[in-house]
């Protein structure tokens, strides 16, 4: 069965510290790869996405992800983070074959708290 | 900027109860989509919906679970009849093409809670 597999569940960081977040998925075909963050008392909206090309994607607020596709692995990364990053944070694949309507397989989630 | 906004934010029923989740997707957007999370889970797809019918479906999304475009501004979830497993956060998205890249946009969730 398709799934998706975050590592970390809760990461607790100073600001300016590096952040790596690792995503994991299992399927067998051609995928397309997202994060969604989720900050407090807000709705799920995307950080950037994957789907061909340059697999070092850059997304909104620094954030870039990295498609490795031998390692089927998708992990986000910021340089620095910042206080206003605490959110939780989701990857997310959408399996890619014809027909499909884009349906997410989300991961459980990594909350991010960033100490000021 | 336009958003998908959904109503209830918080419901509140009794097992074997029906229940409707209401939701707005964004004016222009033509696919939809109903996910849950129940607490400390992952969120789970339910169902997705296009041109008024489904389009793919979870094992998830039984005969209890039906969806609806009664007019052309809301998207609706209903559950027939209502089990404490049911008790989860609901959230609905939409999406202006279903291609598997697209972004979904996604509402703020209902949170469902059986007794």
């Known amino acids: 069965a398709q799934s998706v597999s975050q590592h970390n569940h809760h990461v607790i960081l100073s600001e300016a510290a590096s952040l790596e977040l690792g995503c994991n998925y299992s399927?067998?075909?051609?995928?397309?790869l997202f994060w969604y963050v989720q900050y407090p008392g807000q709705h799920l909206q995307l950080l950037l996405k994957y789907f061909s090309g340059d697999p070092l994607v850059k997304g909104i607020k620094g954030f870039e992800a990295e498609f490795i596709k031998s390692k089927f692995s998708f992990n986000l990364r910021k340089p620095s983070v910042q206080w206003s990053d605490t959110a939780e944070y989701f990857c997310?694949?959408?399996?890619?074959?014809?027909?499909?309507?884009?349906?997410?397989?989300f991961g459980k989630g990594t909350k991010l708290s960033v100490k000021p | 900027e336009p958003e998908v906004t959904q109503t209830p934010s918080h419901q509140v029923t009794q097992m074997g109860q029906e229940v409707i989740l209401r939701c707005v997707p964004i004016?222009?957007?033509?696919?939809f989509y109903w996910y849950r999370q129940i607490l400390g889970q992952k969120v789970e797809f339910l169902v997705s919906f296009y041109n008024n019918e489904i389009s793919e479906k979870s094992e998830i999304f039984d005969d209890q679970f039906s969806v609806e475009r009664p007019d052309g501004s809301n998207f609706t979830l209903k559950i027939r009849s209502t089990k404490l497993e049911d008790s989860a956060m609901y959230f609905c998205?939409?999406?202006?093409?279903?291609?598997?890249?697209?972004?979904?946009?996604f509402g703020p969730g209902t949170r469902l809670t059986v007794l």
């Open positions: 399927y067998g075909g051609t995928v397309n």
């Open positions: 004016s222009n957007h033509l696919y």
């Open positions: 997310a694949v959408s399996p890619n074959y014809g027909g499909s309507q884009g349906n997410l397989i």
């Open positions: 998205a939409s999406s202006d093409r279903g291609r598997s890249y697209n972004e979904q946009f």
